[in-house]
Every structure is written in C-alpha cells, then in structure tokens.
C-alpha cells in the first residue's frame, strides 16, 4: 500500500513536472517575466528617556516585497510590487499586506507612454521608492519631504499612492536628458469613506506632474506638482465643500565620478486650503533636505542628511529638524548593511514632539538583501 | 599655397570624420537585421540602460548584458556608460522598484551573448575582441 501512495504520488509529480514544460518559469529573470524584491531587516532604540523614539530597541521584521515585471510585447508592459510590512499577520489584524503599485503600461514611442492602475505619485525624488529600501543610502526616507505625517504635520504634502492615468516619457536633447510625467488621478480621500484606488468621493480630479532635466550627466534638476480638492465632511456626510491642496517641490542631484562624492537636495512647498465655512485655517508648509555622502571602493559609502520641516508657516516653535549620519556597506551578494545615528529636535508646538519629547537621539540599523 | 589649403581641407574632413571610441578590447554586435552599421557611445549607453527602445527605421532594440564578473562587461560599463559597475546596479535598483524599466538580460559569457544576438532581431550586445563574429553584425562605436 504505501509503494502504490509512493507510486501515485511520483506519478503526479511526474504528471506536472510534464505539463509544465516550457512554460515560463515562475522566478526567474528572463525576458518577458521576471521577479526582483528584496527583505529587509531594522533595528531602532531611542537612547534617551524621552522622546518620540523606541525606548525598547525593538527588531523590525520590516519589509518582505516582491517586484513581477511581465512584457506582454515589445510595447505593453505590466508590472505589480506587493508587499508584506512587520511580519504581516492578518489574522491578528498585525502588520500590512499591500499592494504597493499595480498598472499596465504602453509605449508608443519613448517620449510617449501611457500608463493606468495603482501607483506611487510621481513626486520629488522619494516617493517612488519610499518602500525599496535597496534603493536609497539611508535606513529611512526622509521625513520632511515625504513622510511629514511622522515629523509633525497632520496630513501628507501628497498622497503616496494614487489610483491614475499618467503619460510619461523620457529623452535626449541639447540641453541633456530628460523625462517627464503628467497625470489625473482620482486623489486622495483623507475620511476614508471610500476606497480612493476604487471610487472617488467627489467629481474633482487630481493633477500631477514631473520634469527632470540632467544638463551634465551627473547633474539632475527635477520640479513636481500635485494638486487636488478634497472632499469636507460632517458627520461623513458630503458637506459640498472642498478643501483645496497644492504640493509643488524642486529637486537636485549631483555626483561626482573621482572622487566618489554627492549631494542631493529637494525642497517641497504645500498650500492647504480649506473652504471658508469649516472654518479651518489655511496652511501652508515648507519642508527640505540636504545630503552629503562619499563612496570608498564602490562598497562603503558614509553619508549625512539635513532635514527640516515647517509644518505651518504661520505657526511658531513647530518646526522640526532631523540630523543623520551613518554608513551604508554594500557586502556583495545583493546584501547591504547600514548603520545611523539620528538627532531630533522639534518646536514645542510640534504636532508629533510634544514638550519634554522634542529632542532626542536614535541608532538605527537594517540588513538588506536584494534579488 | 594650394598645398595649405589642401592639407587644411583634408584636416577639417579627418575632423569631421566620426571618432571611434577606444573601447579596449571589447566589440560592439548586433543581429544581422539592424540597418545601422554604427552607433553614438551616448546612444549605445541609451539603448543599454533602456531609455531608448528602438533603432532609427523603427525596430525594437533587444539589449542583452553580460554579468558583472567578466572583464568585458567592466570595460563597457567604463567606456561606453561611462559609469561604475556599483553606479549602474544603484541605477537599475532604482529603476527596478520605482516601475521606470527592468534591465537587459544578463548572459554568463561572449557565446552566451553572441547566440542571443544570433537569434534575436533587432539585438545589441558586446563581447571580447577576439571572439568569433560569425552570424552577428559588428558595428562601430563612435564618440558623441
């Protein structure tokens, strides 16, 4: 009896080993399909008392992500990163399963491509590879520019993700390379009454754009905007007000090849405008960074970064700042490892660094490994 | 006074004469297909890192790289992306997870490349010097 189970089961292996030949591989990097993704490991402690950090230096099973890139044809292309965020369980309702971006793309030609689904905004030089941590020097994107929610603001400068249409392209000319996106997308729903990637919650669309430009093949100069109305509500009804929001950033990047030096500084403006009847104040908001590292031996590379944040121009003492220092080690095999020293500093009346929590020093550490 | 301009005017032809890169010992290939019979480094190093996708009359250009270990590929990373190895795997990490492109495929050695390029219209891919060219076209890489 168990040689016939043991038969049998061969027998099916063998069946579906047969029935999948040549067929496409399900990992693999060829051409028409391929896998890359990485996982990444963090660690963070607070090192004083107080303060907004980890006062436990917790290990952060921090990112599992996938990148599928299928070219149906030469020129329609499909591509998805999904990812599992905090050792995702959702059974306990712990961690995060996402998908980060989903679309299809088609190319008529270089310079023109259209591209629809759910997608990272085209904004500044972070957003789109906010969640790829192989993809950046430092142990976190920064938060003035992209993740102001965590360094005192209530809200985004933009929303991260956006459910669009865009056209995008990319060049050569006189004056250097080029590339560009322009798109309308449904916008974000801050209530959370609706799923903003499915249905918007009103008939306003939101605009949003890129250009960058590398004058030297080194040098990249980059501007971005977004613009949207969002949705007042009342007691989750539609009040038919909106509130009006603009983002628009500037952005620099500089290398050098001997020695191997950079720096990359980006700057993003927000205008919030609520209508006159929520009686909610308009704000605008200033946040920029400004960063520095040096690569030894293609391997080693010792950075620092600036960050700075106004929250609310109006408003005193709630500006936040962020000073980092650390080192990125590329260990070979796709496996990098970085090492920081973070010193906060905030206002009093910061939204997120309330009194007696507004300054404070964090070490922060992740392993990589990239595919 | 005849000979001065002569030889003035044979200088300013030499000049204006497409300069070919010195690109050690390395050799620029392509399927018999491709119409071009040279390409601009800065255009090559465009079709390379797949910003641009299709040669002059419209055909769809088919890139094919080689591993970072051989030789080769470090001396066209150098000479022809003018990049280093470590600055065009940050590019193509970049690339990979933003969504802009995927890179070329990558072949373990010259055979590997040259039956690719064999096979595939409308590819472009590079091998030592001293390798056997046969079924593939050689094109010439010229400076900007």
Request: glycine share 10%; proline share 4%.
């Amino acid at each position: 009896m168990q040689n016939f189970l043991r038969l049998c089961f061969a027998g099916v292996v063998l069946l579906g080993a047969w029935s999948a030949r040549g067929e496409v591989p399900i990992v693999g990097s060829g051409e028409s399909f391929r896998i890359d993704g990485y996982f990444s490991l963090e660690f963070e402690r607070q090192l004083e008392k107080k303060g907004r950090g980890d006062p436990n230096g917790s290990i952060d099973a921090d990112l599992f992500d996938l990148v599928l890139n299928w070219s149906a044809s030469d020129n329609l292309r499909l591509a998805a990163d999904v990812t599992w965020e905090h050792g995702a369980a959702t059974e306990d309702g712990r961690g995060n399963v996402g998908v980060e971006y989903a679309w299809a793309e088609y190319a008529f030609t270089d310079w023109a491509r259209i591209r629809g689904g759910k997608m990272f905004t085209p904004f500044g030089i972070y957003n789109e590879i906010h969640t790829a941590k192989p993809a950046f020097l430092t142990v976190k994107e920064p938060f003035s520019t992209n993740k102001t929610d965590k360094f005192g603001m209530e809200h985004r400068l933009y929303p991260r993700w956006t459910a669009a249409v865009v056209l995008l392209g990319n060049g050569a000319s006189g004056i250097g390379d080029w590339d560009y996106v322009v798109g309308i997308g449904n916008g974000d729903n801050e209530a959370g009454t609706a799923n903003p990637f499915e249905e918007d919650d009103n008939k306003q669309k939101a605009f949003m754009g890129r250009i960058r430009l590398a004058p030297l093949p080194r040098l990249q100069l980059g501007g971005s905007f977004y613009s949207d109305q969002i949705t007042e509500y009342a007691a989750d009804e539609d009040t038919g007000k909106r509130t009006a929001l603009l983002a628009y950033g500037g952005q620099l990047s500089w290398s050098l090849a001997s020695p191997a030096v950079g720096i990359e500084l980006e700057y993003v403006g927000g205008d919030r405008r609520p209508s006159s009847a929520s009686g909610l104040p308009r704000v605008k908001s200033n946040g920029a960074t400004a960063m520095v590292w040096w690569t030894l031996a293609e391997r080693i590379t010792p950075y620092a970064r600036f960050e700075w944040l106004d929250p609310d121009t109006e408003q005193s003492r709630d500006q936040a700042t962020l000073v980092l220092g650390g080192l990125n080690v590329k260990a070979g095999g796709g496996l990098v490892l970085k090492a920081e020293y973070d010193v906060y500093r905030a206002g009093s009346a910061n939204g997120r660094f309330s009194e007696g929590r507004n300054k404070f020093s964090e070490i922060k550490a992740a392993a990589v490994l990239g595919f | 006074m005849t000979r001065t301009i002569r030889r003035l005017l044979v200088g300013l032809a030499l000049l204006s004469l497409p300069t070919l890169v010195t690109a050690g010992d390395l050799v620029l290939i392509a399927h018999p297909s491709v119409k071009a019979t040279s390409v601009p480094r800065s255009q090559a190093a465009r079709f390379f890192l797949r910003q641009a996708t299709t040669w002059p009359d419209g055909e769809h250009v088919k890139p094919v790289d080689q591993v970072r270990t051989t030789s080769v590929r470090q001396d066209f990373t150098r000479v022809v992306l003018k990049r280093t190895l470590a600055e065009v795997e940050s590019f193509w990490t970049q690339a990979i997870f933003s969504g802009r492109a995927v890179p070329p495929p990558q072949k373990k050695n010259d055979d590997e490349v040259l039956a690719y390029v064999r096979d595939t219209p409308g590819a472009i891919g590079y091998v030592d010097a001293s390798a056997s060219l046969d079924g593939v076209k050689k094109l010439t890489l010229e400076e900007d």
